[in-house]
């Protein structure tokens, strides 16, 4: 499917409107838990990686990704959990959102909803594999939709 290039990303950053998101955990764990390159959510972990989508954070959300990413369960490294959230540090921006009044499903995940609707007159995105934990709005996106918008904005 999408492979990136990076000499071609250079130049097609470049010329195209910055992609911001919010990466919801459940995307960061499939991306490292997978096998397949050619997955949608190893496609947004690489376009993280080449600067294609600026990833939007908040301190709650990065110590959400260190305590699910140590969960015993996956056996990732204690290195690897550390590049995945400096990496989200290193190439994104932090964010302070004002409180929304959103009732979730899960409010657990209302610090993403409300750092992506802080970051909306950027047109961010959520990026998510749960979207059943969500109101349903057009910038709440899974990681092939995300893929797709990347797609029809770069090439």
Known sequence: MLRFQRQDLHVSVEKNKTIY?????????????TKNED??????????????????YHRDIIEEYYDVLCRPKFRFSKEKILSVIKMIMKYGVEVFPKPTG?????MDDLIFYEVAMEKRE?????????????PVRDFIVTPAEMMEIVYNQYY
């Open 21 to 33: 998101a919010v990466i919801d955990t459940n995307v960061l764990v499939s991306a490292l838990l």
């Open 39 to 56: 997955s949608p959510t190893v496609q947004v972990y690489a376009a993280i990686a080449e600067g294609i989508i600026i990833p939007l």
């Open 102 to 106: 959103e009732i979730l499903i899960d």
């Open 122 to 134: 950027d047109n961010s995105y959520l990026v998510t594999g749960n979207n059943k934990h969500y």
